[in-house]
């Protein structure tokens, strides 16, 4: 299935000259090291070094963003196979800059995962597993990674299968060491692994091979010969051989065996669904988002609009002052009450977005915010909830012709649904858990959920994935962000995106800097902490004293961002510390 091997000191040194060669520049944090990197021919940033460098080699061999980013997807699925991969599924916006085959053009790919036939509104309220939607055969979307990945390769880039998918291949053969990020989520789940043989039995990849017992340390290296062999498949046979061939075969033996739904047909009818973008003019900027079933891309840019109409100064590094944070908080609190009062997937519900991005009522809500003190939270909407999920993956792309790629990928939570492909070294997702799974059932917070986004067959669930596209007044690439974390994907992407805006920060100093968190319910400010570092005092009082409840958290999102000068097309870029991202050149 796959093999951990203790590290030799050469193979040490070997990875660590790997990193230091793939990243152009490291600078200490107090959390770690910032890849960081210029050029002028190219950049990728995601969040492990080596599928950033797979992502590069397709620029020096003369690919452009599309194939930069699809290897680099492909690489991911082996290194970070806890957040994203061949068993998930993702959104992708490309913007073209003067393409021989398509011209200027802007295409968002929605190749989210879907829910199979045999799963309905009910389905969940009426299972005896509090756990279904989570963990297990039941919690397996239909997975569209594939597909996804594939349509943007075949139709917008210029590089064949065989040679995208060779590096994702020879990691997945030669392995990888297992770097910190992958040992604190595989270290996340041994208790649970430990106390749970039901568990032990049900998913060997992730217990027997992936978290290695629950013993799994830094520089341990990971092979993958199972993954190897889908890709080769991927590679020989395209699409079809995930989607009807033998890999198909073995999903649905694989959810088969352990309670699930998903059928055969669920897989050969999966179809990826190519959209129009949000467009949403910023100033002197364009916004490029992804629509519905992303709630990420309308609520960045109305983020990123209250920001601007509040005025807000947002320093090139450190800490908000409270006045700020504040206003930025409650910014944060009414696209989250949009969210969840509106958004579900747009196939098959009515979701307002010119309403929720119109400059009238956008104007209302920035005169409605008071300076110097929260509102009760029904003020800022309908109260129904969203769900805590922490996995997920972004890549950023720009190449050297100013084409650029922003898409975020995952399998939800770490691991995904935990279910292993029997022989093929990948896990499943379970992005079920992004529906509501029960409709009008309180949660913790005593809350009712929205229906909106209960399951139906076909339908895709809500998402916080936000990559992001930002363009000048001529319409050049200026910026490309995205991120991991959840709910925090969205506030940690607007973030980075104010702190190069309107800070006029380097894209290190972007993602570096300090973030804050307010996703309306709970509702409590997180401020991020970081290696024993808390944030202000000074922050901390000005934020109480306008009635916030203050929370810490660390890690708040992890993202990855590539500024553009488009005079001189001069790139820099950054991958963030708090997940040990790389950024490679081409
Ligand atoms: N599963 C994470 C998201 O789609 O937001």
Redesign the pocket.
């Known amino acids: 299935m796959m093999r951990v091997e203790r590290a030799g000191r050469w193979s040490l040194i070997v990875s660590m000259l790997g990193v230091l060669m793939l990243s152009a520049c490291v600078s200490m944090r107090a959390g770690g090291p910032t890849a960081r990197a210029q050029a002028h021919t190219g950049l990728v940033a995601a969040d492990h070094p080596l599928a950033a460098e797979a992502g590069a080699q397709m620029l020096r061999q003369g690919g452009n963003a599309v194939d930069a980013a699809v290897a680099t997807s492909f690489a991911l699925s082996v290194v970070r196979s806890d957040a994203c991969g061949i068993g998930g599924g993702g959104f992708m916006l490309i913007h073209l800059n003067d393409d021989p085959r398509h011209g200027t053009t802007t295409v968002a790919l929605n190749y989210r995962e879907t829910s199979p036939a045999g799963v309905g509104p009910q389905t969940y309220a009426e299972l005896d597993d509090p756990e279904a939607s989570k963990r297990g055969g039941m919690a397996v979307a239909v997975p569209g990674t594939v597909a996804g990945l594939l349509h943007a390769l075949e139709t917008y880039g210029t590089l064949d299968r065989a040679t995208v998918l060779e590096p994702a291949i020879a990691l997945a053969e030669g392995g990888f060491d297992a770097d910190a990020h992958h040992v604190r989520t595989a270290r996340s789940l041994s208790d649970r692994f430990r106390r749970d043989a039901r568990w032990r039995e049900r998913f060997p990849l992730v217990w027997g091979g992936l978290t290695a017992q629950g013993t799994i340390e830094i520089s341990e290296r990971i092979t993958l010969p199972g993954q190897a062999r889908a890709l080769r498949l991927i590679a020989e046979h395209g699409a079809d051989a995930f989607y009807r061939g033998e890999i198909a075969e073995a999903i649905v033996a694989s959810v088969t065996a352990d309670g699930g739904v998903l059928t055969h047909q669920d897989l050969a009818g999966y179809a990826i669904r190519v959209v129009e973008p949000v467009s949403y003019e910023l100033e002197s900027h364009r916004v490029l988002s992804m629509p519905p079933p992303s709630s990420g891309g309308v609520a960045v840019a109305q983020i990123l609009s209250l920001a601007e109409r509040l005025d807000l100064t947002i320093p090139v590094t450190g800490w908000l002052e409270a006045a700020d944070a504040h206003l930025l908080a409650e910014s944060m609190k009414h696209a989250f009450a949009d969210r969840s009062r509106h958004m579900a997937d747009s196939a098959f519900t009515d979701v307002p977005v010119d309403q929720m991005l119109d400059d009238a009522e956008l104007e209302r809500v920035a005169r409605s915010i008071e300076p110097n003190t929260v509102r009760d939270a029904s003020a800022y909407g309908v109260i129904r909830v969203l769900p805590e999920?922490g996995?997920?993956s972004h890549i950023s792309v720009i190449d050297a012709r100013g084409n650029a790629v922003a898409c975020t990928e995952?399998i939800?939570l770490a691991f995904g649904s935990l279910v292993g492909v029997r022989g093929f070294g990948f896990c499943l997702n379970d992005?079920m858990d992004?529906f509501t799974t029960i409709a009008g059932e309180a949660n913790a917070f005593g809350l009712i959920q929205s229906d909106d986004n209960l399951p139906e067959p076909g339908k895709r669930p809500l998402?916080?994935?936000s990559p992001t596209i930002i363009l000048d007044d001529h319409g050049e690439v200026v910026a490309v962000a995205g991120a991991s974390g959840?709910p925090r994907?969205i506030t940690s992407t607007a973030q980075a995106l104010l702190r190069v805006l309107r800070g006029a920060a380097t894209a290190a100093e972007a993602v570096d800097a300090p973030r804050i968190h307010h996703q309306w319910l709970p509702d409590a400010i997180f401020i991020e902490t970081w290696d024993g570092v808390g944030p202000s005092t000074r922050l901390e009082a000005g934020l109480a004293k306008r009635g916030h409840a203050l929370r810490e958290r660390t890690d708040i999102g992890a993202v990855q961002l590539i500024r553009r000068d488009p005079q001189t097309g001069a790139l820099d870029g950054a991958a963030d510390p708090r997940k040990g991202g790389g950024v490679s050149g081409g």
Do not use: A, L, R, V
Request: proline letters at 0%; zero cysteines.
């Open positions: 999920d996995g997920t995952t939800n992005q992004d998402s916080s994935m959840g994907i």
